[in-house]
């Protein structure tokens, strides 16, 4: 005879003959706590403490290293976030059982890096500001010359030499990284294609220019030999303008002009 809850039952039997025997049955249900662990997870240095109730017969866990009803979790370091699946089973003096599952996850130390703390520029340029490995970023913007304050990777466009903040931090209170980023402003070179001058049309005329370690010459058709010269030799049939195009060490550039005449 099977029933499906507690009660007091009266059993019956008879024999062949017509004879009949009762007796009465008490069905107890033994009662088990149901028992809930919420996900853990945990930050580096962080530990959680799991408590069942007390008085089982059995204790029973799989995925972590446990027994008893009351287990301390550690952290373990990780290099990326990592999620393991447990179950905690308790069992009484009956046999009756009831089991948690729950998930645990270790989520790593930070490990921020930005890709260069100087960075140079020339005027009128912009620099794109690089950092990894965080999920909330926090620029400081002292002049107002970033693209956004909340990005990894926000554009710089100062119009003179400026020192940028960034905090980096994840979901982990304490995981927390701060560096700090210098953007050179660049003033452009002085370029000077000299004084305008005249020649005799189809006469070689020397042109010097100054102000960087580069030049490149417009007209090249106008030019005798290379137009990427500091000084070139021009021959010309009738007035025309030159212009030069001066870079300097930190790849900067500026133009003059000069004209020839006829």
Avoid at 129 to 141: A, I, P
């Amino acid at each position: 005879v099977e029933v499906s809850e507690a009660g007091i039952y009266l059993i019956t039997a008879e024999s062949i003959e017509g004879c009949q025997v009762s007796d009465e049955i008490e069905v107890t249900e033994n009662m088990i706590p149901s028992i809930n662990i919420d996900n853990i997870e945990l930050c580096p240095g962080e530990m959680q403490n799991i408590s069942l109730p007390a008085g089982f017969e059995e204790y029973i866990w799989t995925g972590i290293m446990a027994t008893g009803n009351q287990v301390t979790l550690d952290y373990q370091s990780v290099d990326t976030p990592t999620t393991i699946s447990a179950t905690a089973t308790i069992i009484d003096d009956n046999g009756c059982s009831s089991t948690d599952e729950f998930e645990l996850s270790y989520l790593p130390e930070l490990n921020a890096e930005i890709l260069s703390s100087n960075i140079s520029i020339c005027e009128g340029e912009t620099a794109q500001l690089e950092v990894s490995g965080g999920l909330y970023y926090d620029w400081t913007d002292p002049a107002g010359s970033l693209s956004s304050t909340n990005i990894s990777n926000p554009v710089a466009s100062p119009v003179s030499s400026t020192s940028y903040t960034v905090e980096v931090t994840d979901d982990c209170p304490n995981n927390f990284a701060s560096f700090d980023i210098n953007v050179n402003v660049n003033p452009p070179p002085l370029a000077d294609a000299g004084a305008d001058t005249c020649t005799i049309a189809g006469a070689d005329l020397e042109l010097t220019a100054s102000g960087g370690l580069q030049y490149i010459w417009n007209n090249p058709d106008l030019i005798v030999g290379s137009s990427t010269s500091q000084t070139v030799i021009v021959n010309v049939e009738e007035d025309t303008s030159f212009v030069v195009t001066v870079i300097d060490e930190n790849q900067c550039q500026s133009q003059d002009s000069i004209q020839v005449c006829i």
